[in-house]
C-alpha cells in the first residue's frame, strides 16, 4: 500500500496561483504513476492531471490544460500541481491517488491508493 499526504491548498482570488504537494510512502516502489483529481459537492471525481515515476509522461484534462503544470521529484517520492491562473470553478477538494499502470490514468479506478485530500477555494 501507498500512503499519500496532501498539502498546499487553500483560499486564493481569482488569477492567483497555488502548488500543491503530494508526498508519498510506504510500498512507494508498486506506484508507476501518480494522479491528481477533484470533486465538489453533488459531482464526481474529476481527473486533472498525471505523471508517471519513470518515464516522464504527462497528462491533463482539457479545462486545466496550459493552466497547470504536473511534476515529481523521484528522491523527495513527491508529486507537485503548479495551479496558475485559477478560476471560480477550480474551487474543489483536490486528491492526489496512486497507480499501478501506465494507461488509462485518467480513471478513478486506476487508482489503488488515496490521499484525504485538500480544499482550494478559488474566489472571485
Known amino acids: 500500500q501507498v500512503q499519500l499526504v496532501e498539502s498546499g491548498g487553500g483560499l486564493v482570488q481569482a488569477g492567483a496561483s497555488l502548488r500543491l504537494s503530494c508526498a508519498a510512502s510506504g510500498h512507494t516502489f508498486r506506484s508507476n504513476a501518480v494522479g491528481w483529481f477533484r470533486q465538489t459537492p453533488g459531482k464526481e471525481r474529476e481527473f486533472v492531471a498525471a505523471?508517471?515515476?519513470?518515464?516522464?509522461?504527462?497528462y491533463y484534462s482539457d479545462s486545466v490544460k496550459g493552466r497547470f503544470a504536473i511534476s515529481r521529484d523521484n528522491a523527495k517520492n513527491t508529486v507537485y500541481l503548479q495551479m496558475n491562473s485559477l478560476k471560480p470553478e477550480d474551487t474543489a477538494i483536490y486528491y492526489c491517488a496512486s497507480s499501478d499502470r501506465f494507461t488509462s490514468l485518467a480513471l478513478a479506478t486506476a487508482y489503488a491508493d488515496w490521499g484525504q485530500g485538500t480544499q482550494v477555494t478559488v474566489s472571485s
Open positions: 505523471i508517471t515515476w519513470r518515464i516522464v509522461n504527462t
